[in-house]
């Protein structure tokens, strides 16, 4: 009969190290005042040993539960998944945070709650006293969501809110959409393009003024009009195909169209094909998000590459950093940056720019399908 292997737990450890079960707890939880040989002699036991910590061990030895929530909407997610659309945000979420929490032994859950639910106080504080988590992420529109920051002020839970800059509680982290969807315009612009339209997110999100606020101020300074340049959407395919075919019928139909995320900018490549538009010489598309749909699309899609990683991993160093009483700084945007690709050229009827003109933020790197500008 198969005999199994005993589990090495702290007590090993300690006698292995010859101190005591609340020293090897101390190093294990990386607290502080612990001397740098009593740190090296107690590591040095838990790697010839093979010890793994135990989350419940670690969260009955102190006030840390090493478990970082992340709320995700609900509704879109479930959506995308039975619709096998992928979901690179989720995707993109968990491996920044879980990089950055790895090194200090914490792991993260994703929630899916329903901002728009009436039971959402209900599932939140369940799932609160349920994993007792060190810290929450919340993702659009649950960061500017008061129902939810207030009730994690209340409960005395660090929370990071992406994508939101509203006041209230809780660390403020932006992926730069102002000066993103500017770095688009300025691209298009560059180009010789003029007309230039945007197909805006929904305005449940504060991302989106952001966006067309960048897209203006583009605008603006090289001096064009806006004027019925500007679709709303609310970030499905059904809505950007009726915000492209709102834009492509007017009377002023642009000769380029930025779109607020990669299922609309799809739905502007279909309209497109269906009034006989070739892209990109009879139209030029930009994309945000830069999912694997757009990259190996015909044209691969020009578009803004969102830095999701880069802010969910700075999320989770916040509330790490703040739980472990350091100073956490400040929390300034993640820029974006925009993978130039073959889905945008100059306009069949240029316009003269001057590519000096627009404000340019950034240096110029080699991509596999173009070049992409921080």
């Not at 079960?21 to 001397?35: A, C, G, W």
Request: hydrophobic fraction near 40%.
């Amino acid at each position: 009969m198969a005999r199994h292997r005993q589990a090495v737990t702290i007590k090993h450890v300690a006698a292995d190290a010859g101190v005591s079960l609340q020293t090897v707890s101390r190093v294990i939880n990386k607290e502080p005042n612990v001397r740098a040989e009593m740190v090296d002699r107690v590591q040095a036991s838990i790697d010839r040993l093979g010890y793994v910590p135990s989350i419940a061990a670690q969260r009955m030895s102190g006030s840390r539960s090493y478990l970082i929530l992340a709320l995700n909407d609900r509704e879109r997610t479930i959506a995308d998944w039975r619709a096998r659309q992928g979901t690179d945000w989720v995707d993109q979420m968990l491996l920044g945070s879980m990089l950055a929490c790895a090194p200090h032994g914490y792991r993260v859950i994703v929630e899916l709650v329903d901002t728009h639910s009436d039971h959402i106080e209900r599932e939140l504080l369940a799932a609160i006293a349920a994993l007792r988590p060190d810290g929450v992420i919340l993702t659009p529109p649950h960061s500017q969501n008061p129902l939810i920051t207030g009730l994690l002020a209340q409960q005395g839970i660090s929370f990071v809110r992406i994508g939101s800059l509203a006041e209230g509680p809780g660390f403020a982290l932006t992926m730069g959409d102002h000066d993103a969807a500017q770095l688009a315009t300025e691209h298009l612009i560059e180009l010789g393009h003029r007309q230039i339209a945007l197909i805006a997110g929904s305005p449940e999100y504060e991302l989106s003024s952001w966006r067309i606020a960048g897209w203006r101020a583009a605008m603006a300074q090289a001096q064009f009009s806006c004027e019925q340049m500007l679709a709303h959407g609310d970030f499905s395919y059904g809505s950007g195909l009726s915000a492209a075919r709102q834009l492509l019928a007017g009377p002023q139909p642009p000769t380029a169209i930025i779109a607020s995320n990669d299922q609309m900018a799809m739905a502007t490549l279909f309209v497109a094909r269906e009034m006989g538009l070739s892209v990109p010489d009879d139209l030029s598309v930009i994309s945000f998000d830069d999912t694997p749909i757009v990259r190996f699309n015909h044209p691969p899609l020009t578009a803004i590459v969102q830095p999701i990683a880069e802010v969910s991993a700075r999320a989770a160093e916040l509330i790490i950093a703040e739980r472990g009483g350091k100073d956490v700084g400040d929390s300034p945007a993640i820029p974006a940056k925009i993978a130039i690709r073959m889905s945008t050229t100059v306009p069949r009827n240029p316009t003269r720019v001057d590519c000096t003109s627009p404000a340019r933020r950034g240096s110029t790197i080699s991509s596999d399908h173009g070049s992409q500008r921080y």
